[in-house]
DNA sequence: TTGTATGCGTTATCAA
DNA sequence: TTGATAACGCATACAA
């Protein structure tokens, strides 16, 4: 294991002083007027001893990382994972890192790895955090420390962040329902805590309520498989008669939904309608395909990561931005006219 | 941003050296047996002070990060992102942060991202290389930073890894192919220099030469959607008759070639039967259900974690590792006996 | 039992 | 035009 060249190396070799040295591979050269063979000589021994700098150490004495913290509540969602892809290529290009965290939707673990990414002293966090729960978010803002959510974000408040219209969103799928003669419709939600979960019930409330129906039902409480499976069980079980489509409020929760109703014999969209948020790739070849809310991912990764280091460059003193993309609904074949 | 308290802080209030912190705060007081009024006096101020170690000047002084660079071929691939979930999960509780990177199973960028990572002095990596091309691997395994590869491995010579029994996967499905009477066969492959692939396009050979078959083929060159439907749709245009049944190499692939089979509306599995690897939840409710080689990613992900931080924090010499994890056919729906 | 001083590899201030 | 030196925050060899 060779030791790795340093400044020092290099001065050394080059019979300068380790500030030359710095200078010179810094850029500074011809600001210091450092003589044209000085700087020659230097770029070569470098180039030639394959110096690269310590960057621990230049972060320990800018006070700059060049990371940044991305925290998600779940790697494995494929909505999630597209974010994280497309967050890691963006701020790859533009020259940080990323250090990764998996909250598994908890808070506390939210906050913990939120702990241990700032004592990394990443120079900013994204996040989607997995409730409305943001006192360590806030008090990340007041130490001046960047940050900016995606997805998921505060209502009220102005911590800046870049998700869906989600309300939009869910109101133009429940119209759509409605506009199919579907009159019993059910919701199934995620995380009862999280902005986009709460516009997109607001969404389907409304939707419900501008065309004078009375009759919907709004359960469950995760983005998870288990939890469109568990509810959907559970509207069928009740002794009120089941609901004639369903709003699946993630992808994962219509996997859930699916599997209920495979096992009840129940058949899309002859027996129950189906609709879903995030579009998935797989959704077109479903049985039937089903329709679906997609979600601008891609433009909410980019955007927030541009963004982020843009500020982060420019010094700007504070990041203010609230920006909602609309989604775009992909009719396919799960929604039948009563 | 008032600034954050160092041991320097404590040591003025504490009325003692820096020297005596640093011991205290390292669990070092018996040792030195430092007085218990003293050290007791050194945790409160800390713990009043909410003291946090600089984790930057940690890593410089001792030359170890506590950070393990995590390369993978394209993170929105649901497989790696499950990987990805996992590892992260698993680093965490060991104490490690993850840094993430996307290589867009490019070679060009997989050395640029692995010379950026070790430029940040991680202390080990786990990476799925995207191809046989293994002298950068081999150069960091010299200089004695530990690697392991997961998934993706490198045919031959001993660099230490935990991926699928591929070959065993891939043997057993196309036999069960040809068990129900299938003599013309196609296999869609991904990315045809990596370990996985290889051995999956040699299981598949193996076994129809083992039944005597010999109308088989072998298209494509990727992971991808688009690969999946475009080596079906040559498949389908191809003067010779179409195969009746199709080996994917991925779930990725699958979906294209679904895509392809509904454009040149085939049904499955009456026109053609298909079988993929890479189980996937969606797989259960698509029309019909896929039959899948379902990969042990979780195992793959926690052992190889294990394993490597194991080793690095009892300073083995060397990590020699080849695990290869039998997958699990799941049948469903979509083979058909001829 | 505690402290002084050095070094990790940089960058930046000040002096020459 | 260039260089000594301090500082970033910590851990530790050596002294006392």
């Known amino acids: 294991m060779q030791k790795r060249v340093n400044i020092k190396t290099i001065a050394d070799l080059a019979g300068v002083s380790i500030t030359t040295v710095s200078r010179v591979l810094n850029g500074l050269g011809p600001k210091y007027r450092i003589s044209e063979p000085t700087c020659k000589r230097i770029f070569e021994i470098a180039e030639e001893m394959n110096y690269k700098p310590n960057i621990i150490a230049q972060s320990?004495?800018?006070?700059?990382?060049?990371?940044?913290?991305?925290?998600?509540?779940?790697?494995?969602?494929?909505?999630?994972?597209?974010?994280?892809?497309?967050?890691?290529?963006?701020?790859?290009?533009?020259?940080?890192?990323?250090?990764?965290?998996?909250?598994?939707?908890?808070?506390?673990?939210?906050?913990?790895?939120?702990?241990?990414?700032?004592?990394?002293?990443?120079?900013?966090?994204?996040?989607a955090p997995c409730s409305q729960t943001r006192s360590h978010i806030e008090e990340v803002i007041k130490s001046g420390k960047k940050i900016i959510l995606v997805d998921r974000y505060y209502i009220g408040g102005n911590i800046p962040y870049v998700t869906t219209d989600n309300y939009y969103g869910a109101y133009e799928a429940t119209k759509y329902l409605l506009q199919n003669g579907h009159r019993d419709i059910a919701c199934i939600q995620g995380s009862t805590d999280t902005a986009p979960n709460i516009q997109r019930v607001k969404g389907f409330t409304d939707a419900c309520k501008k065309f004078g129906v009375k009759h919907f039902k709004i359960a469950g409480d995760s983005f998870t498989i288990q939890n469109g499976y568990l509810e959907t069980k559970l509207l069928l079980s009740s002794s009120m008669s089941a609901p004639t489509a369903i709003l699946c409020l993630s992808s994962t929760i219509l996997l859930g939904v699916l599997k209920a109703l495979k096992e009840a014999d129940l058949s899309v969209p002859d027996n129950v309608s189906l609709l879903s948020f995030d579009n998935q790739p797989f959704m077109d070849y479903l049985n039937p395909p089903i329709s679906s809310i997609a979600q601008p991912v891609n433009e909410i990764g980019t955007f927030a990561t541009k963004v982020l280091i843009d500020s982060l460059e420019e010094g700007r003193k504070k990041l203010n931005l609230s920006v909602k993309l609309r989604p775009q609904i992909i009719l396919r074949n799960s929604v039948r006219l009563i």
């Open 60 to 127: 320990l004495r800018l006070k700059k990382t060049n990371a940044i913290g991305l925290i998600l509540p779940d790697i494995g969602n494929p909505f999630f994972a597209t974010l994280a892809r497309i967050i890691t290529i963006e701020s790859k290009k533009r020259g940080y890192s990323i250090i990764l965290a998996d909250t598994e939707d908890n808070i506390d673990l939210e906050q913990e790895l939120m702990e241990l990414l700032l004592d990394r002293n990443i120079d900013a966090i994204i996040i």
